[in-house]
């Protein structure tokens, strides 16, 4: 569509219209989904993949936050579509997949200043937080843990990880809201 946005061109005005629209809120976390929709050029040409890490990087400087990039597995479904310089870039690597029960499995292939191979397994619940204008129900989903949901590795959340979950436990306090009562969240679980 016509008000897509994509970098690196549109990296600065992405600053400003959080800014703006958002001046008392600093986010702490900045999901670019899918790097395809929102790249231009190619992301397997080097020149455009450096600039689409450079209008990244921008955005998490300007809010200290941290960027999420959601990206696609190649052909082979081992490693990241695209110039590897993205890899290079990034402070983790995450894959998620579905098990053969349709677990979603996120697994850390890999990360800078933490440990590699641990994995949360959950489910994705979908449940109606209200109804429209039109009387028909709005759905979300929640993530529930799974038995087979095991942490492997050490117990303490290190370096990037550790920045994250922080970042996580800022945005729940500052912003968290309490939704309405259900049978699905338990009572007093702030949400964001």
């Known amino acids: 569509s016509s008000d897509r946005i994509v970098l690196p061109q549109d990296g600065a005005a992405v600053v400003k219209s959080i800014r703006e629209q958002f001046p008392d809120v600093r986010p702490g976390i900045v999901v670019l989904d899918t790097l395809n929709r929102s790249i231009v050029g190619s992301e397997n040409d080097p020149a455009d993949m450096g600039s689409y890490v450079r209008a990244a990087d921008m955005i998490r400087e300007a809010f200290n936050c941290v960027v999420i990039i959601i990206h696609h597995c190649g052909v082979e479904g081992t490693r990241p579509r695209g110039h590897t310089s993205l890899t290079g870039a990034a402070d983790a690597q995450l894959a998620v997949n579905r098990d053969a029960d349709g677990n979603v499995v996120a697994k850390v292939e890999w990360m ?4 590699e191979g641990d994995e949360i397994v959950s489910s994705l619940e979908q449940i109606t937080v209200g109804t429209d204008d039109d009387g028909e129900a ?14 492997k590795g050490k117990e303490k959340v290190t370096g990037a990880a ?14 968290g809201e309490l939704p ?3 049978s699905l969240i338990p009572p007093n679980t702030r949400t964001i």
């Open 112 to 115: 800078k200043d933490g440990p």
């Open 138 to 151: 709005i759905t979300s989903c929640i993530i529930r843990d799974t038995e087979k949901s095991a942490i």
């Open 162 to 175: 550790s920045i994250a979950l922080r970042i996580l436990h800022d945005t729940l306090a500052d912003a």
């Open 180 to 182: 309405p009562l259900n």
